[in-house]
């Protein structure tokens, strides 16, 4: 599974948000090859990581960018199905989930059947994604999530009805006439009503097809040549 740019933006994202660098627990939903609980990582140097991984091949080869990185005693990888980590955990529960999940629903799969466990949502339901970050997630506790820019409506409404009130929501552009094509989501488990949405745009490339400086900005921590 390649490193995607929106991935990396939603790490950078997250990173720069002072609820995850004072986060003392979080758990990373999906976590693929280990790229945000890197970047969590590299922001916020004291929390406990929890990284679930149900691919073996990217689990492995999460494990193995985990112990090569600073932060290495920080991170900890769990090669599982979300369901069968939380039915085993008693008592735990996290400051902060992260998640950039399987989205593909009735998508034409792949003839990878490790790809499709990865990306298409047959494994892990939205519904059932959204069950267990209620189960897992601190009162009080903020839920960060990255989903397509025309599903961002359907995971608010299903956070909503678990008590997650959307604080956050950035719509990623590739370029400014384009429609958006990811959504970038932040929650907190609530019973309050949250206050006014804060709603923001983010532009990748300008009419040069060159990263705008609001990427380079937020990217320029994470990426060797900007």
């Known amino acids: 599974m390649k490193v995607c740019t929106d991935a990396c933006l939603f790490g ?6 002072e609820i995850i660098k004072k986060a003392s627990s979080i758990l990373d939903i999906g976590t693929g ?8 990582a590299q922001a916020n140097t004291k ?8 691919e073996p091949g990217a689990a492995k080869q999460a494990t193995q960018n985990f112990i090569a990185s600073p932060w290495s005693g920080h991170l900890h990888l769990i090669n599982n199905a979300l369901q069968n980590y939380s039915a085993s955990t008693q008592n735990i529960s996290y400051d902060c989930i992260i998640s950039n999940p399987p989205f593909f629903e009735g998508d034409l799969q ?4 490790n790809k499709n466990l990865a990306t298409h949502s047959i494994a ?14 601190k009162p009080n506790g903020h839920y960060f999530v990255m989903v ?35 959504a970038l989501q932040k929650f907190i488990k609530s019973d309050k009503v949250a206050a006014k949405i804060k709603r923001t745009n983010f532009i990748i490339k300008d009419a040069e097809n060159k ?6 900005n937020l990217l320029s ?6």
């Open 12 to 17: 950078a994202w997250m990173a720069e948000d």
């Open 33 to 40: 090859t280990g790229l945000l609980s890197l970047m969590v």
């Open 110 to 113: 792949s003839i990878s059947e």
């Open 148 to 182: 397509p820019a025309l599903r961002a409506y359907t995971m608010q409404k299903l956070a909503t009805e678990k008590g997650m009130q959307l604080l956050e929501e950035v719509m990623v552009y590739n370029a400014d006439k384009q429609k958006p094509f990811r």
């Open 124 to 137: 892990l339901p939205w519904t059932t994604l959204i069950n267990e970050v209620d189960r897992l997630l």
């Open 221 to 226: 921590p994470y990426y060797l040549h900007l």
């Open 47 to 54: 929390a406990n990581i929890t990284s679930i991984e149900i």
């Open 211 to 216: 990263y705008t400086q609001s990427f380079i």
